[in-house]
Structure formats: C-alpha cells, structure tokens
C-alpha cells in the first residue's frame, strides 16, 4: 500500500525494539569536519542525545529526505547524507506497510530497485549502518531490518 509523505519533521525509528527503545534513525551525533559523505545509522537508543529529525520535502513520484540538513542518497551502496555532490542525492518511495503496524513502511530508491536496509552486527552498543538491499517484489513477509517507523513532529502525527 503506498502512501505519500507530507512535507515535515519526522523522527525514523528501526521497527526493531521495544517501546521508547527503538534505535532512531540517522546521522552520527559527533561527525569528522570533512565534507565528505556522512553515513546514516540505526543508533543505539541509549546514547544519551537528542533523537535526529528528518525533514522530508514531496516530490512527483516520492520525496527527498533530508538528514541534519543534508540531502541523502546511496555512497558505496550504503545511506549517506551529501554536504556537496547533488548527482548522489535520490529521491525515495516511502510505502507504508499496515500489517506490519502504524506508521511502519518500507522507504524504496524511487525507481523501485533497492531499498533501506539496517546491517546486521552482534554488538547493540554499536551504530549499525543503513545499507541498500533488493525488496523482493509482492511480499508482505518483509524483515524486520527493512521496516521503519514514521513520527511526525512538527504537527499531529495522524497521518
């Protein structure tokens, strides 16, 4: 089922957790002064710092999330946000998945070919990196590293 983003503030959650201890989505709080691309996270929910907000803006077919401000697309086949090189940015489909819950969806590249994916590693303390994976087409038994949660936060969060 999809479902258009309305342009906002929003708080992305990794399904996986319980409760307020879903790890929140995005950009390490403490980054090198590069301006070189800044990978996007799972975070470790207990770290003490303000949770990252998104700023999703529509567009035609999808919308373009924004991570601390910086536009975000795929570097390396991983989810980074670009301080520079605009040709990287994308543009993302996100498709919420109802039976899966409220506000949880999948967030695919526009052109439907791979999709947000958090990594796998043994170590809950650690960030682990969003990655692009292939959705297999028409299932409805997704993983649960490949489901997000949606909070708005510059409105009501009803949808």
Known sequence: MNSSMENGIYVIFDHRGEGLNHPPIGRYPVEDLSLSPKPVYSLPS??????????????????????????????????????????????????????????????????????????????PTRPKRIVMKQLSKGSSNLPDNMLFTFVRMDKDSSR
Do not use: Y
């Open 46 to 123: 207990n770290m003490g710092f303000e949770f990252p907000k998104w700023v999703i803006e529509k567009k035609d077919k999808g919308c373009r999330m924004k991570a601390f401000g910086a536009p975000v697309g795929i570097h390396k086949d991983q989810l980074c946000a670009f301080l520079l090189n605009e040709r990287e940015i994308e543009d993302w489909v996100v498709t919420f998945r109802p039976q899966h819950g409220r506000d949880i969806a999948t967030i695919e590249k526009e052109d439907r070919s791979v999709a947000w994916c958090v990594e796998e590693n043994d170590d």
